[in-house]
């Protein structure tokens, strides 16, 4: 028989429910790190389980603590077409995560324009992702899109942001 895992970030990773339940239930802490600096919260987002994510926000998870390189749960569900449902939850939990900046300066917009997702950067963007963020190099999101359907997804957002900071003025 499988030894049981022992963290609640493990046991997140692994999709096991009842492990997740019984760790919560006995006081296991919900902001745990990992060596890696992730929560049970980031690797329910990167393993795509969905119902751990959610017992996890329920039991007080923060959507909007980072790994050591600066990521978020968000970051790391933004990474496959898989993961929209845990997506959606995350924005849900912590709208203000879709502007976060990792390490690189990348946004969760960029992780999903890198991995040609345009559906996932179509989402964000409708959450209030901001298609003009740099990164570190200060490269410009649009700057980075792969193909010309993204590209346009990216800069069809951008100008409608512009011409609602013009009439603002």
């Given at each position: 028989?499988?030894?049981?895992?022992?963290?609640?970030?493990?046991?997140?990773?692994?999709?096991?429910?009842?492990?997740?339940?019984?760790?919560?239930?006995?006081?296991?802490?919900?902001?745990?790190?990992?060596?890696?600096?992730?929560?049970?919260?980031?690797?329910?987002?990167?393993?795509?389980?969905?119902?751990?994510?959610?017992?996890?926000?329920?039991?007080?998870?923060?959507?909007?603590?980072?790994?050591?390189?600066?990521?978020?749960?968000?970051?790391?569900?933004?990474?496959?077409?898989?993961?929209?449902?845990?997506?959606?939850?995350?924005?849900?939990?912590?709208?203000?995560?879709?502007?976060?900046?990792?390490?690189?300066?990348?946004?969760?917009l960029h992780v999903a324009?890198?991995?040609?997702?345009?559906?996932?950067?179509?989402?964000?963007?409708?959450?209030?992702?901001?298609?003009?963020?740099?990164?570190?190099?200060?490269?410009?999101?649009?700057?980075?899109?792969?193909?010309?359907?993204?590209?346009?997804?990216?800069?069809g957002r951008a100008s409608?942001?512009?011409?609602?900071?013009?009439?603002?003025?």
């Open positions: 028989m499988a030894k049981p895992p022992v963290t609640l970030v493990d046991a997140a990773f692994a999709g096991n429910r009842e492990g997740v339940r019984r760790l919560l239930a006995d006081g296991a802490d919900v902001h745990a790190q990992d060596a890696w600096g992730r929560t049970a919260l980031h690797s329910a987002a990167m393993a795509n389980h969905l119902e751990i994510v959610d017992m996890l926000l329920a039991a007080g998870a923060r959507a909007d603590v980072p790994d050591k390189v600066g990521d978020l749960p968000l970051h790391l569900a933004a990474r496959h077409p898989i993961r929209m449902p845990v997506v959606e939850k995350l924005v849900e939990a912590a709208p203000s995560t879709v502007n976060h900046q990792n390490g690189l300066g990348h946004t969760p324009v890198d991995h040609k997702w345009a559906t996932g950067a179509a989402r964000l963007l409708a959450h209030g992702a901001d298609p003009t963020k740099q990164d570190l190099n200060g490269k410009s999101i649009i700057e980075a899109a792969p193909n010309a359907k993204i590209r346009a997804l990216l800069e409608s942001k512009n011409m609602t900071s013009t009439k603002a003025r």
